[in-house]
């Protein structure tokens, strides 16, 4: 399922005029930067007395390129909430209730995400706490051990999902040299062995949390020059880095991949996966499969009425599409009632599938997709919050939140003949990756 959920939403739609040309995104984003190379970025929006102020960092599992440290990406969503010497973490969370806000974060694969909602009369206080954290976090190596403990507990209580561990066998099996091989937690030995990588935590730290790998934007009741102003006040001497990690290439994949789980209980999953290309605002392929698959096994397609309504030998079945800064993976994936059943439904994907590649879609319904997506964005953009998770999306995967109206000009061009070529291109069986996951030792 694509990160961005889509909502549906006709009248906000029509209440925003500036929907209706070439660009889906209705508000005007206004773009600047610091000698240093962080960018800043303003949306005016209609919310008196209410902004919302993210930090995007383009730093995630992606990054972790060093044998047994990975993890840190998504630990340091936890250790930024630690403190500094000007602020312990009580006194920023007093801080954060002055402003009426609850600051949260969260990590992925490309980026780390930090943010809150609040009085926008404080916005100069919103950019002295951000500014502190970033610039000088600071935490001694037993509140360092403690967190690390936490992480571990947090692995734990994952694992014991078996979506979380389908997932994390796909990703081993599917990405033998990319970084995208982990998730964003990490291996399980890195994350027992986290303890003891005080040191290392520094380095990490001092490498990624810099400006040039970040992104400042504030949405809702602000002004472009003032952001720009107390970003030059509070980040302006935010000392630029030199780091930079050397993501490894994923060789292409020359025969098919197989895999299974075994997890105790009645759960039994089939997933069928391709390599495919990464994000990109100018290249049709990634834009075409996902109008593609979403078609292909949405809740009116034939095989979810076969699998689903009619047979009920599945409980779900759902395209599963991924928009990363690399090339990763977009497949599907079915939750199968009887474990003797997953061949049967894995056989019923692959016809599917194949039957993309000879089929082509209907235009009336390929239209009345994009036309639910264009008219989805402008609904769900009904808060400075929506409308800063958005952009967010698109900042982690370009550093340009315009990609996002790009992304959909690409979309209105695709046409049933781009559908059939991407099915050719890149659903091959030497390029299929299937997972299977039951209580039994052996997949079917």
């Not at 312990?88 to 990590?107: C, F, H, R, V």
């Not at 995208?180 to 040191?199: A, R, S, V």
């Not at 698959?293 to 599945?314: A, C, D, H, P, W």
Request: aromatic share 14%.
């Amino acid at each position: 399922m694509r990160l961005l959920t889509l909502l549906f939403s006709v009248g906000v739609w029509l209440l925003s005029p500036a929907v209706a040309g070439d660009k889906v995104f209705p508000y005007e984003i206004q773009k600047g930067s610091l000698d240093n190379g962080l960018q800043v970025i303003t949306v005016p929006f209609d919310s008196p007395g209410i902004v919302s102020f993210f930090v995007v960092v383009r730093v995630g599992s992606r990054e972790e390129v060093e044998k047994g440290v990975t993890g840190f990406a998504h630990f340091f969503e936890h250790m930024m909430f630690r403190g500094t010497e000007r602020f312990s973490n009580d006194e920023y969370n007093k801080k954060l209730q002055e402003i009426a806000a609850a600051g949260n974060a969260n990590t992925w694969l490309d980026r780390t995400l930090y943010y809150f909602t609040g009085n926008a009369s404080m916005l100069e206080t919103m950019f002295d706490i951000e500014s502190d954290r970033f610039r000088f976090l600071k935490y001694e190596e037993h509140d360092f051990k403690t967190e690390a403990g936490a992480v571990l507990g947090e692995y734990t209580k994952n694992f014991a999902n078996p979506f979380r561990q389908f997932n994390e066998r796909l990703v081993e099996t599917v990405f033998t040299k990319h970084t995208y091989g982990h998730t964003t937690m990490g291996y399980l030995d890195d994350i027992k062995d986290m303890p003891n990588q005080y040191e290392y935590s520094l380095t990490f730290f001092d490498r990624f949390y810099r400006p040039e790998y970040c992104t400042v934007m504030v949405v809702g009741d602000a002004q472009h020059p003032k952001v720009m102003e107390l970003s030059k006040k509070y980040f302006g001497e935010w000392e630029r880095g030199s780091y930079q990690p050397n993501i490894p290439v994923e060789p292409p994949q020359k025969a098919e991949k197989k895999a299974h789980v075994t997890f105790p209980g009645r759960t039994n999953m089939v997933g069928v996966y391709y390599r495919t290309p990464a994000f990109s605002d100018t290249e049709k392929d990634l834009v075409a499969l996902d109008l593609l698959f979403s078609m292909g096994f949405s809740e009116k397609s034939e095989i979810y009425k076969k699998l689903v309504r009619n047979e009920q030998k599945v409980r779900f079945i759902f395209a599963d599409v991924t928009n990363t800064r690399d090339p990763y993976i977009t497949g599907v994936v079915s939750s199968v009632y009887k474990v003797e059943d997953t061949a049967y439904v894995r056989d019923e994907i692959d016809k599917a599938i194949e039957s993309f590649k000879t089929t082509p879609v209907e235009t009336k319904e390929l239209d009345a997709l994009k036309s639910r997506r264009r008219y989805g964005m402008a609904g769900s953009l009904d808060t400075p919050f929506a409308v800063g998770n958005t952009l967010a999306y698109y900042i982690w995967l370009t550093g340009d939140p315009e990609s996002l109206n790009r992304e959909y000009q690409i979309m209105d061009s695709i046409t049933p003949e781009d559908m059939i070529n991407v099915a050719k291109k890149y659903l091959t069986t030497n390029n299929r990756t299937v997972v299977t996951l039951s209580a039994e030792e052996e997949g079917r």
